[in-house]
């Protein structure tokens, strides 16, 4: 592609835990985002962007990568980067290649804030309120090179502790009378078959809160304050966005805005993230260039946060992408370039957490069928059909007719392990054969 001499500035804004119906320009009623809707007005939104793993380290580490968390040894939440991939990562391409490269906020790598190695000068540390100063600060420095600057929130993520009644780290959010809470979402209950091993983590997760534990109206007011941070956080992103506007970098800038993974807000009577419901896998993604030839425009073609993301950036800023990144620019969909041949498939990973369970799940996105298997479990495998039930009411997988498509997605995802030797080919070599474990879970927390 052709670029201009002049490479772009770079303001990627992630916050944490963000379903992809988290905005009110997706047509959610529930939450007004206005700073997100803008920006979904000046460039492209992708409907169909997903996260590489629903959980916090292995997401993040994709994205600041473009590999698999597998590939980097990020799979759970206490993991580093594999120190091979050091000089690769995004701070130390861009900082290599002449940018001026500052992180501002939360990193989970696993440390919450950034180190050095990384590549990147550290702005703002694990600290929301304090973040949209200091990019700010950042943004108002003179320079003579372009700059690329990560704003990472950790809310919505503080809905773990409004779900808890904890302390909010980064503010409370305000009170509502409770005919003003959501309502229930439309596939508030399960179908038929949930897979064990959603079931079990469910119940008896320590960490999370517990389906058991929740009746209607706790699961609205659930619901209620994940939107209330929601808003919260695209009023901080909104002042970032309002320095980028006031100092005139908005005519050089590329603006790129996700989240690290989803949020079950209470679809299927679920909380929090890892299980391979659309909730926790899918993301939102925005991309504003300047001067943008179609201003406001979906995308649904299936994309990859953290394997697409890097691709994208170094085309935009004309540097070289690293050797060996399965991901794909994006760019051509900005600039009316794209012809076809795009992406047919995707897998998405999830171990939920590390947490010893020995739970290790997959995805596969293909044509609009997902397929889902975990570990173990009589009911471990999944198959839904994304365009007529977009709420995942109907397992396939258990109807004899919709046998081919299970028996295809089955061989598809089966060699997509062995080409990229992923470690879950040692739960897949029979995935229709039932196999249950001794689930370590503590006797008084069982369900």
């Known amino acids: 592609m052709n670029l201009p001499k002049d490479r772009p500035n770079i303001l990627l804004i992630v916050t944490d835990q963000q379903q992809a ?8 009623p529930d939450v007004n985002t206005p700073a997100m809707d803008k920006l979904a007005e000046q460039g492209v939104r992708f409907t169909n962007a997903y996260c590489t ?23 759970g939440n206490g993991a580093k980067i594999n120190s091979d991939f050091r000089s690769l990562e995004l701070g130390n391409l861009f900082t290599q290649a002449g940018y001026d490269c500052a992180y501002g906020g939360k990193w989970h790598v ?29 943004l108002g420095r003179p320079r003579d090179k372009p700059f690329l600057l990560v704003a990472c929130f950790d809310n919505p993520h503080n809905i773990c502790e409004h779900g808890r009644s904890d302390p909010l780290p980064w503010g409370a959010v305000d009170s509502a009378p409770q005919n003003e809470w959501p309502n229930l979402p439309p596939n508030f209950k399960s179908g038929p078959f949930e897979p064990e091993m959603v079931t079990l983590f469910a119940n008896n997760n320590p960490i999370i809160q517990r389906r058991l534990a929740l009746d209607e109206e706790d699961w609205r007011f659930y619901r209620y304050g994940y939107f209330r941070l929601i808003e919260k956080v695209d009023q901080q992103i909104g002042q970032i966005l309002t320095s980028l506007e006031k100092l005139k970098l908005e005519d050089n800038t590329i603006v790129v805005f996700t989240s690290d993974h989803g949020e079950m807000a209470g679809s299927h009577e679920l909380s929090n993230k890892m299980v391979l419901y659309e909730e926790s896998i899918k993301v939102p993604f925005i991309i504003k260039k300047p001067q943008p030839q179609n201003p406001g425009l979906t995308n649904d073609n299936l994309v990859s946060t953290g394997l697409d993301l890097i691709p994208t950036l170094c085309d935009f800023a004309n540097v070289p992408v690293p050797d060996g990144l399965s991901g794909k620019s994006l760019s051509p969909f900005l600039l009316n370039e794209h012809t076809g041949n795009w992406r047919s498939q995707l897998v998405i990973q999830s171990q939920f957490a590390s947490q010893g369970y020995g739970i290790n799940g997959r995805a596969l996105i293909k044509d609009h069928y997902k397929y889902v298997v975990y570990s173990y479990g009589q009911n471990r495998e999944q198959v839904f059909d994304l365009k007529k039930d977009p709420y995942e009411q109907v397992n396939l997988a258990k109807e004899s007719r919709h046998s081919e498509i299970l028996n295809n997605h089955r061989q598809t995802l089966y060699q997509w392990l062995l080409i990229n030797k992923d470690f879950f080919c040692e739960h897949y070599s029979h995935p229709g054969q039932p196999i249950l474990p001794n689930i370590p879970f503590l006797p008084n927390q069982q369900s």
């Open 21 to 28: 119906a988290g905005m009110s320009c997706t047509g959610n």
């Open 53 to 75: 793993n629903p959980l916090c380290t292995p997401s993040r580490a994709s994205m600041f990568t473009g590999r698999m968390p597998h590939e980097i040894d990020t799979m």
């Open 110 to 138: 696993p440390e919450l804030s950034i180190t050095e190695e990384h590549g990147f000068e550290k702005i703002c540390g694990f600290d929301d309120l304090r973040l949209p100063g200091a990019c700010q600060e950042f």
